[in-house]
């Protein structure tokens, strides 16, 4: 069962599955989003590509 919490400015926000093989991780401080696992990457790479721009492809910088 999900439950919602209103967040705060400050707030790291993580959505997970519940076996922890995908989900997502947004980072305020950085103004980033994190999205793992293949289920997920797979799918919403090319989309978040148009309208994000890449800081890290497995755990490493981009440039």
Known sequence: ???????????I?????????????????EKSLCVFG????EPLAHTL???LPRKRVNGRAVN
Do not use: I
């Not at 926000?13 to 401080?29: E, R, S």
């Not at 293949?38 to 990457?41: G, I």
């Open 49 to 51: 590509d148009a309208w």
């Open 13 to 29: 926000l993580a959505f997970l599955t519940p076996d922890l093989n995908c989900g997502t991780f947004g980072h305020p401080w």
């Open 38 to 41: 293949e289920r997920l990457v």
């Open 1 to 11: 069962m999900l439950t919602y919490r209103e967040p705060r400015p400050t707030s």
